[in-house]
């Protein structure tokens, strides 16, 4: 099983969100958008693992205590940079309750031999990777000039900065990601509360 750790968002963002891609999405017709009922907030990506491991990370993440958080999602950007963009985001203001609670469940996965991130937490919601290359948000080798976004850029310049609601998270979930050919496809497979 393919799976993550992530925090679902409010439907009324979501739907927020949808509008606004869907008057975008053309500005970058080469891109992969993301669908929007796919978009969460991700804490750990953890990549395949035997079910039986599975088990054990929910019974990790299950030990993993964190406070209720508020997100605020508005503004956009660019990862790595806005000259070699490969991945197109919305912004996410949530102060330290959120990057705690992806430190914890970093913390927690670690003991069972799930690497740790080497880098800081950012949160985002990805909208869109440029081409085919990785979506990761560190610089890569052979990232340079990429004009994948170059319209989109141009056009979000002229416009305000977009706000997209705020909401509170309860709880945040193990999930299971599902590749197809029309994208991945995410279930949810436990949820664990938030205090």
Known sequence: MRVFVALDIDDAIRDRIQRFMDGVRG?????????????HVTLKFIGEKPVESVERIKQALSAVHGEVIT????????????????????????????????????????TLGIPKEDRPFSAHLTLARG??????????????????FQHLQEKLAALRAPEFGTMTAGEFFLYESQLGRV???YTKIAPFALT
């Open 131 to 148: 081409g085919g290359r990785s979506g990761a948000p560190r610089w890569q080798k052979g990232d340079g000039p990429n004009k994948n």
């Open 183 to 185: 994208g991945s496809r």
């Open 71 to 110: 997100m605020s999602f508005r503004g956009y950007g660019f990862f790595p940079t806005l000259k070699a963009a490969r991945v197109f985001w919305v912004g996410i203001e949530a102060g330290t309750p959120l990057a705690s609670l992806a430190h914890a469940v970093d913390e927690a996965t670690a």
């Open 27 to 39: 500005f970058a017709p080469d891109a992969r958008w993301v669908r929007a009922e796919s978009l």
